[in-house]
């Protein structure tokens, strides 16, 4: 398979999605955002810990999917946390789980920090279901 400039791989098209993302919003997901999300592995047995997971999980997962199906990051990467966090957070607001005070202290910064991202998120995916269906980076000329 030959290269086409016109036509880069996966990896370069992602590549190039994610630094045309403003530099605070690249820092948000590689140094905060992420790694608070992951490391809900790290209270599994802890009450709801392997639900918490699946839904912190999940989505991540979900717009990691849609960053590859779409070559780049759309708006509709944010369906992905939409769908998984606004549960998460309303199960930790609403019927949080009593655990270790490592725990305790983990939900509230996984509820916070999801918060934040979801008052983007509900936003940009209000946007992509209202027809923006650019993906950042990505020339939108024919």
Do not use: C
Not at 84 to 109: D, H, K, M, N
Not at 128 to 135: F, M, P, R
Request: proline share 6%.
């Amino acid at each position: 398979m030959t290269h086409r400039p016109d036509h880069p791989s996966l990896f370069a098209a992602i590549w190039h999605s994610l630094k045309a993302l403003p530099t605070w919003v690249i820092l948000w997901m590689m140094f905060w955002l992420g790694p608070i999300n992951m490391a809900s592995i790290a209270f599994l047995n802890e009450p709801k810990g392997a639900l918490i997971a699946l839904l912190a999980w999940g989505g991540m997962a979900a717009s990691l999917i849609t960053v590859i199906m779409h070559r780049g990051f759309s708006r509709l990467v944010a369906g992905g946390h939409v769908f998984f966090w606004t549960p998460l957070v309303l199960i930790v607001l609403f019927a949080r789980p009593e655990g270790s005070a490592a725990y305790s202290t983990y939900l509230t910064v996984l509820l916070a920090t999801n918060v934040f991202s979801l008052i983007f998120d509900i936003n940009d995916l209000r946007r992509w279901l209202g027809g923006d269906h650019s993906v950042l980076g990505h020339d939108q000329t024919p």
